[in-house]
């Protein structure tokens, strides 16, 4: 029998230092692993039919697209996970905080538009310019 997951985005049913220790409401290193994420993920599972393609490609063209600071950095992971999870020998998002629901098999265009969301990304971590520079860059 499996465990009932915690509320997304609940920090009663962990331990306080690990709270502490992951701070800003990011608790692990997997693509649902914050708050923002596990929302998205939400907003997907509440998605009418045809409404999480457009989601995530939407995530991740405004991720491509976006100058400056980058606020959707940490949703943009997150859909770029799902869709790497359907390529050939992709590994499935296993997490409670992922969505619950099935998703559709999504085009395959989206593969080229993940992979470049996620150099987008990356050149904001690196340039300080979105929210997760802040969770992923050394201090000092």
Same mark, same amino acid.
């Given at each position: 029998m ?10 009663k049913?962990?331990?306080? &230092?690990?709270? *502490?220790?992951?701070?800003? &409401?990011?608790? &692990?290193?997997g693509?649902?692993?914050?708050? +923002?994420? !596990?929302?998205? !993920?939400g907003?997907? /599972? ?14 991740? +063209?405004?991720?491509?697209? !976006?100058?400056?600071?980058? /606020? *959707?950095?940490q949703e943009?992971?997150? !859909?770029?996970?799902?869709? =790497?999870a359907?390529?050939?020998s992709?590994?499935?998002? *296993? +997490?409670?905080?992922?969505?619950e629901q099935?998703?559709p098999?999504?085009? /395959?265009?989206?593969r080229?538009? =993940?992979?470049?969301?996620l150099?987008?990304v990356? =050149?904001?971590?690196? &340039? ?5 520079a802040l969770? +992923?860059?050394?201090?000092?």
């Amino acid at each position: 029998m499996q465990a009932a997951a915690p509320d997304r985005g609940s920090w009663k049913d962990y331990p306080a &230092g690990r709270q *502490e220790k992951a701070g800003m &409401g990011t608790w &692990g290193i997997g693509p649902f692993d914050n708050d +923002t994420a !596990a929302d998205f !993920a939400g907003d997907l /599972d509440n998605a009418l039919p045809g409404e999480p393609e457009a989601l995530v490609r939407g995530v991740l +063209t405004r991720t491509v697209k !976006a100058t400056g600071y980058l /606020d *959707e950095a940490q949703e943009a992971v997150a !859909a770029a996970a799902l869709i =790497a999870a359907q390529c050939p020998s992709g590994r499935p998002v *296993e +997490t409670v905080y992922g969505p619950e629901q099935p998703l559709p098999v999504f085009p /395959d265009d989206l593969r080229e538009l =993940a992979a470049r969301a996620l150099d987008r990304v990356l =050149a904001a971590i690196r &340039g300080s310019r979105c929210r997760s520079a802040l969770l +992923t860059r050394p201090s000092g």
